[in-house]
């Protein structure tokens, strides 16, 4: 298993800023560093930004048969990577890390006038964090984001998508584990959390609690039809356009 068998999937909304800048310099390191993968992007420009339709997007755009789903502010050791490829012969899926540095503005702004070769883990910067989540970074055969249909179209705003991805994963597919390595958190202004939608997003959450385990139950969830808003409706109706186009 090569790095040419890997789609990074990366989901993306500008802000003419800081996000911006960082996802420059990230995609500039994977194609420096590791040139032999696929780079495809997932915008989704409406509001409020869907990762979840973002990420779908960029998987419909991919060639290869292994999925690195990647946030825009996420860097790692890139060494790594052969062991976590190597990790997919035994476990069904990867969450590539255990712990996460989030760099401060000024780290992060240090950081972006190194050359994207850098080694990363000879350097401090930012503070150090347990994770328990499976947000960020994930390592997916495509087959297996397949079975489940990618991420749920229904959670919007912040907040849910990743543990129902997770949860949906492993009970329809068979258990992740979590790699024993460090990512570093680029620095950006914090997203706007609207609170009715993250209580949507909590509930719809709290139904895979509920199916967690349960393979029919989580079929019926994880294939169920998300409902549609005028912001979904135009994105769907602009991939139409743009495939037309092709």
């Known amino acids: 298993m090569k790095f ?12 003419y800023g800081q996000r911006d800048k960082n996802w420059s310099w990230v995609r500039q390191r994977y194609e420096k560093l590791i040139p032999e993968a696929e780079i495809c992007l997932g915008n989704y420009p409406y509001e409020p930004f869907s990762r979840s339709r973002a990420i779908n997007q960029a998987a419909r755009l991919a060639t290869r048969d292994i999925f690195l789903i990647a946030d825009t502010d996420i860097i790692f050791d890139l060494n790594d990577l052969t062991r976590w490829l190597e990790l997919l012969f035994q476990y069904t899926w990867v969450i ?20 994207y070769g850098i080694d990363i883990k000879n350097v401090s910067l930012g503070s150090l964090e347990i994770i328990e989540c499976p947000g960020s970074l994930n ?22 998508e990743d543990n129902a991805f997770k949860m949906a994963m492993d009970t329809l597919c068979g258990p992740s584990i979590n790699a024993d390595n460090v990512v570093w958190h680029l620095w950006h202004p914090p997203a706007n959390i609207n ?5 949507l997003n909590y509930s719809l959450y709290e139904k895979y609690c509920q199916a967690s385990g349960n393979r029919t139950a989580m079929l019926k ?24 186009g092709k």
């Open 4 to 15: 040419k068998d890997i789609s990074i999937l990366i989901p993306f909304k500008s802000d």
């Open 96 to 115: 590539p890390f255990s712990k996460r540095y989030n760099l401060t503005p000024d780290k992060t702004n240090w950081l972006l006038q190194q050359d």
């Open 139 to 160: 390592l997916v055969p495509r087959r297996y984001f397949e079975v489940i249909g990618g991420f749920d179209t229904r959670f919007e705003g912040w907040g849910g």
């Open 195 to 199: 609170s009715n939608q993250y209580q």
């Open 221 to 244: 969830l994880a294939k169920n039809s998300p409902p549609k808003s005028s912001s979904a409706q135009k994105y769907r109706r602009s991939t139409r356009i743009s495939r037309k």
